[in-house]
Every structure is written in structure tokens, then in C-alpha cells.
């Protein structure tokens, strides 16, 4: 399950919208705008590596 790049909230995949759908924040993203902007966030922000490796490994299931 992705993560929010900008609150960080559970995103559930919305089939009508074709898109992932942040359950916090309500912003629609597809999975290459989120991996995007995590490929983005990485650079600024060391903490969320853990996070953006279990994300990156779980995206290749
Ligand atoms: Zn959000």
C-alpha cells in the first residue's frame, strides 16, 4: 500500500479514478506521480528511506 508523498496517510486505489486515492488528505495520485514525488522527497528527507525501500520492494509483487 502507498504512501501519501504529502501527509504521509494510507492511499487506497480507486477504480473509477484509475488513480490512488489518500484516505487523510484526499489528493488523487497515479503510482508514477506518488513514485515520483517520493523520488523527489528522497533527496530532502533521510528519514523516510526505510520507508521508501519497503515501499520500492513491495511495488515489484
Ligand atoms: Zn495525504
Given amino acids: 500500500m502507498p504512501r ?3 501527509c504521509a ?4 486505489y ?5 488513480k490512488y486515492v489518500c484516505r487523510s ?3 488523487a495520485m497515479t503510482m ?3 513514485w515520483e ?11 523516510s528511506r526505510e ?8 511495488r515489484k509483487k
Fill in 37 to 47: 514525488a517520493r523520488d523527489r522527497q528522497r533527496s530532502s528527507d533521510g528519514d
Fill in 9 to 12: 496517510g494510507i492511499m487506497k
Fill in 25 to 27: 488528505c484526499g489528493v
Fill in 51 to 58: 520507508d521508501y525501500l519497503e515501499w520500492w520492494l513491495s
Fill in 32 to 34: 508514477d506521480a506518488i
Fill in 4 to 6: 501519501c508523498p504529502e
Fill in 14 to 18: 480507486s477504480r473509477i479514478e484509475r
